[in-house]
Structures are given as C-alpha cells and as structure tokens.
C-alpha cells in the first residue's frame, strides 16, 4: 500500500486575481489530507472518509474521478489503472481550504508510493496542477504549491507558461486566525470562469482592480515581514473590498467577515474561491481568537481556530 499526504491553505492576498498573474500569498495550515492506494481490483474505487460540508462529496464525485484520470496520464500512467484509494485525514472537506489540491496531492504522492516511482515533490506538485484542472478549470497553482511544499509562500504565477515564482516567506510568530464556514459548497471552476467573462466584458473596471489587487499583495508581504498584524488585517480587509467588486463574495461570507470585524479582528476576507466556501479572519493572540470564534459559532457557523506561518507545516 502507498501513503501520501497533502497540506490544507489559506490564502491570505490575492485569490482570484492570482490566476492572471497578479502574486498572491498562501499560508499552510495545521489539517491535511491523508490518502492510501493500492493497486488491486478491475476498476477505480475512491472511499472518501474525509469530513466534509453537505453536500461536498457528492459536488466533487466526478471532478474527483477526472482528476485521478488526469494524474495518472500526467504520470505516463493508463487513465483508467484500476486502483483502490482512500481518502482521509484531519482537513475538512470545506470549499475555498484548498481541499482538492490537498488531495490530489496526498493521491499523488501515495501512487508514487504504491508504483515505487520515486516522484520529487516538484513533480508531485506538477502532477497536482494537471489535477487542479478538473477541479477549477483554468487553477493558478497557488493551492496545490502550498499542499505539496506548506509553509507561507509568495506565488506567481508565469502567465506565459513558464516557471511559477515561489518564494517562502518567514514571519516573526505564527499568527491566530479563525476560518469560518458558510458551510456552502463552493463550484471553484464557475467561480474562476465567471471572473474571467466579466474580465473580458469590463476590461477597464477589471484592468483596476487587477491593478490594486497587485499592489496590495505586495504591501501584504512588506506588512507581514515586518509583523505589522494591524496593517496586514487593514489590507486584508482591502483585499475583500475587491473581492466583492469582482462579484466573488456571497451574503454570508460578508456576515461572516462582519461578525469578526466587530469582534476586533484585525482584518477579515473571504478565502478561495468564494461563493460560499470560508473566510479568514486574522485574530492575533488566544483571546481574541478565541472571541471571534464563539461569537461566529453562536450564529450557527463551524469554524476551525489555526494558525499561519507555522515553521513546520
Ligand atoms: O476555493 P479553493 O480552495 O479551491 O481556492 C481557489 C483559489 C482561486 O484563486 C480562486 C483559484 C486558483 O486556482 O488560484
């Protein structure tokens, strides 16, 4: 049998806008997908033990299955090698914590296992992208980047198809941030598509918004090294005025981002691919942490208290 893990993410600047080439910064998280596979039976068989919203596995079922395929021809494999895989693990099956590339590349990982391939995590993680695909359509690859190698990472992607820039960022201390769950699963693919067509249509409404995203992922990444907690909540807010003007925030995420606001978070923004799925408060020390946690689980939401920039993950 092989084994294969895969780290959950956060981003905390730049989602959306990371897949036209605008950097985006990407914590790890402290949950991961486990998968185990061995190379038995006629046909695919996926047991998927992961906890997970309503109605997440059902949604991913079949871009689950195409990703296996894609993974296995990006590995020179047959798409259709029968194998049984388990998918598990400590990473809850929400939409926008990077659930799918985690997965795919605790799957990867655990063939490179099973078939004695001997993969980098370069090619892991080149493997995991191919998978993206059948998950978000047109991926960055910040997602599967920050399954496969963890840590806080500075992501570009190279719009004309060459190499990503990757660059791991150190902060001073991990940082307490609450994730609350709309508990809405989110279609990341019609997410990433509809920014797209309403780029095409609105070039110049587009054009600067792309223009301030750029800046404040930057100014994300100075505050942060810096440990400005206060300045990087203050543009993660930005951040989410943004992400509103490109249509990707929902009702609940703004109630969501409202409750932690109030209760004194320093910054609060969707994360992923809104339209339902998560948003990310950042919430220094365990009080206040803890504060902004209870009041959004009073309204009836999960929420999952972690960290960012946690040197071992
Ligand atoms: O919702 P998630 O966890 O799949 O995150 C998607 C992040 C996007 O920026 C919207 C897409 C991408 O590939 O970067």
Redesign the pocket.
């Known amino acids: 049998m092989g084994k294969g893990s895969g780290f959950g ?1 956060v ?1 905390l600047f ?3 806008f ?2 036209h080439g605008v950097p ?1 910064i990407v914590s790890a998280i402290d949950s991961a997908t486990d998968a185990e596979v061995t190379q038995t039976g006629n046909e695919l068989a996926i047991r998927d033990e992961r906890k997970a919203a309503k109605g997440y596995a059902e949604e991913k079922r079949l871009q689950q299955i195409e990703s296996i395929e894609r993974m296995l021809t990006t590995m020179g494999l047959d798409p259709k090698l029968p194998l049984k895989i388990w998918v598990g693990g400590t990473l809850l099956g929400f ?7 985690a997965s795919s590349v605790a799957i990867a990982r655990a063939i490179s296992e099973e078939l004695n391939l001997k993969l980098t995590g370069e090619k892991i993680n080149q493997i995991a992208y191919e998978a ?1 695909k059948a ?2 359509g ?6 599967n980047t920050a399954a496969t190698f963890g840590g806080l990472l500075w992501f570009k992607k190279n719009i004309s198809g060459g190499q990503n820039t990757i660059e791991k960022l150190r902060i001073r201390t991990p940082a307490e941030i609450v994730i609350g769950s709309t508990g809405k699963v ?1 279609n ?1 693919k019609a ?2 598509a509809g920014v797209a067509e309403r780029k095409q249509k609105n070039p110049q409404k587009y054009d600067a918004l792309f223009k301030q995203a750029d800046a404040l992922s930057y100014a994300g990444r100075k505050a942060l090294e810096a440990y400005d907690l206060k300045k990087v909540g203050a543009l993660m807010n930005e951040n989410h005025r943004l992400l509103q003007e490109i249509e990707v925030s929902s009702r609940e995420l703004d109630l969501l981002v409202d409750i932690a606001r109030r209760e004194g978070a320093f910054g609060a923004k969707l994360t ?3 339209g339902g ?1 998560c948003m990310v408060a950042l919430t220094p020390g365990k009080e206040l942490q803890e504060k902004v946690a209870a009041a959004i689980e009073k309204e009836g939401y999960e929420v999952l208290r972690t960290k960012i920039g946690v040197e071992k993950i």
């Open positions: 993410k981003i730049g989602e959306h990371v897949v985006g939409s926008g914590l990077g659930a799918s590339a993206e998950y978000a047109n991926p960055s690859g910040i997602d989110a990341t997410m990433v992923g691919g809104g799925g």
